[in-house]
């Protein structure tokens, strides 16, 4: 990897910032900043967010100083550096970040609170956590499970936030084995062993796709995917741990040119072997909340043998194995061409900050200015995120209403809602929270639901409590009403 004497400046500085510190494994320390530097390389982020890397711990472990790191760098190394340094640290609202950490399953979200949401931080704190899972052999067991539970809840979705694919099975791999050796060691078997079984069976149903492919002109790359142990593991546990009900143990994966030539495949396959019922999913025209796109297909051969196939574009599979990095790296020119084009369908809405990011970096690498607040990037546009009196962060989709929060905390504390205080101040029930509000309902034992609460609900879950609870109590309910905004697909809306 090239480097600018700006890097190397930041590699001399931290090396000498650092030096007589070890790590646990023994090795001088200057070992970890280096490597989080080359994994940030490796994804492909501007020098700033790289020289950030290499300095990423010395404003804590040494003496060496944000001042001294703003005047040698500018302010956005040192912005960046002290983002990672808090993190964790931050409070928001009434309590202390780390308190909330062993409690939720929407740690990340509170991780995104606190970094004030510029995405780069995250990424070094990503490519930081990366490495330390990587040697994690050298703590002890102790430390070994409290690091390895806390990136299985926080970083591994952070990744898949970032639509990193290959990085969330690293993180959820190395987490895994470390919190459960035995059930890792055993599904690991198994896996070979099912693979094992099928290897014949699976080369000859390839051979048959290859052939078909090959005959139409059609060009192609075929790979095959094993299930991740982590994710079989999870699979395992919904099928009551039958693992002849999974059937993408191993997945055939095609990955083809543009996606007229997807469904194209996805017909020569349904013609040559017999599609399972419900297993045909078109992640193409709807795609995953994380972006991810694709058409799935489980089919059975002649030999009896279950398969998964896996359709996609280049750039869909680039997408989903380094989402992120792809932007920088694939086929930039053309991306942005789409866009302007207004061809922008193969980007996901949800994905567009990506492209921001994208485009700020570029500017950055040739020198031109940037609005600093564009890098500000909002990874959760689409939600808010509320307390409750105690300081709880709810996050809820962006136009809830006091019902919807309330629906949130406890069905029955959203069937006896009879108003609510929001900031101290009572306000209707059709009244839109803002991020940040201080949320108080108030709750009525003789209170029932009514009808008229659909109009005063705006996310899926509370809708769909609130209409089980009508429904109950008014046994010939039926709604007038469609379905709520939200739970219309936004991705597919065409931009005009
Ligand atoms: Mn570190």
Not at 73 to 92: E, H, M, P, Q, S
Not at 238 to 260: G, H, M, P, S, W
Request: aromatic share 8%; proline share 4%; glycine share 6%.
């Amino acid at each position: 990897m090239k480097q600018s004497p700006k890097l190397k400046q930041a590699i001399d500085i931290a090396t000498k910032a650092h030096e007589g510190q070890l790590r646990k494994t023994g090795e001088p320390y200057i070992i970890h900043p280096l490597a989080v530097m080359k994994i940030l390389q490796e994804w492909g982020m501007d020098e700033d967010t790289v020289i950030a890397g290499v300095l990423h711990d010395t404003v804590e472990d040494t003496e060496l100083t944000l001042k001294e790191i703003e005047d040698t760098f500018g302010k956005d190394v040192a912005f960046l550096v002290n983002g990672v340094t808090k993190l964790g640290k931050a409070r928001k609202g009434m309590r202390d970040l780390d308190d909330y950490l062993p409690e939720t399953s929407s740690n990340l979200l509170k991780l995104l609170i606190a970094t004030g949401q510029d995405v780069r931080v995250l990424i070094i704190k990503l490519a930081d956590r990366l490495h330390n899972l990587r040697t994690l052999s050298a703590m002890p067991p102790q430390k070994q499970q409290k690091i390895a539970r806390e990136s299985l809840e926080v970083f591994a979705p952070l990744a898949d936030r970032l639509q990193m694919g290959h990085v969330r099975v690293e993180i959820e791999e190395t987490s895994f084995y470390y919190l459960d050796r035995l059930r890792y060691d055993f599904l690991k078997n198994l896996t070979a062993e099912r693979l094992k079984a099928a290897d014949s069976k699976l080369k000859s149903a390839q051979k048959a796709v290859e052939d078909a492919l090959k005959k139409e002109g059609i060009k192609y790359e075929c790979d095959g995917r094993i299930k991740s142990i982590y994710s079989l593991h999870k699979k395992l546990a919904k099928y009551n741990q039958d693992i002849n009900r999974i059937y993408d143990l191993i997945a055939l994966r095609f990955i083809v040119e543009d996606v007229t030539t997807c469904y194209l495949v996805l017909g020569i396959i349904h013609s040559l072997f017999k599609p399972m019922d419900g297993r045909i999913k078109d992640y193409i025209a709807t795609p995953k909340s994380n972006g991810y796109q694709s058409l799935h297909t489980t089919v059975i051969t002649p030999e009896h043998q279950v398969v998964e196939f896996q359709i996609r574009t280049k750039e869909m599979h680039n997408f989903a194995e380094r989402g992120l990095a792809a932007t920088f790296f694939y086929n930039e020119q053309k991306l942005t061409k789409d866009y302007a084009e207004g061809k922008a369908s193969k980007l996901p809405t949800n994905l567009l900050w990506i492209r921001e990011l994208q485009e700020a970096a570029a500017k950055l690498s040739s020198g031109q200015e940037v609005d600093t607040k564009k890098l500000k990037l909002n990874l959760f546009a689409d939600k808010i995120f509320v307390y409750t009196p105690r300081g709880d962060i709810i996050d809820l989709p962006k136009g809830s209403m006091p019902l919807d929060f309330a629906y949130r905390l406890h069905s029955d504390i959203g069937a006896s809602c009879t108003g609510a205080i929001v900031n101290g101040k009572m306000v209707s029930l059709n009244t839109k929270l803002n991020q940040g509000d201080i949320v108080e309902i108030i709750t009525t034992k003789n209170q029932k639901p009514n009808p008229g609460w659909l109009d005063k609900v705006f996310s899926k879950h509370a809708r769909h409590k609130l209409l089980a609870q009508l429904n109950s109590i008014f046994p010939n309910f039926s709604p007038h009403k469609k379905e709520s905004p939200q739970s219309q697909d936004t991705s597919k809306k065409k931009k005009s």
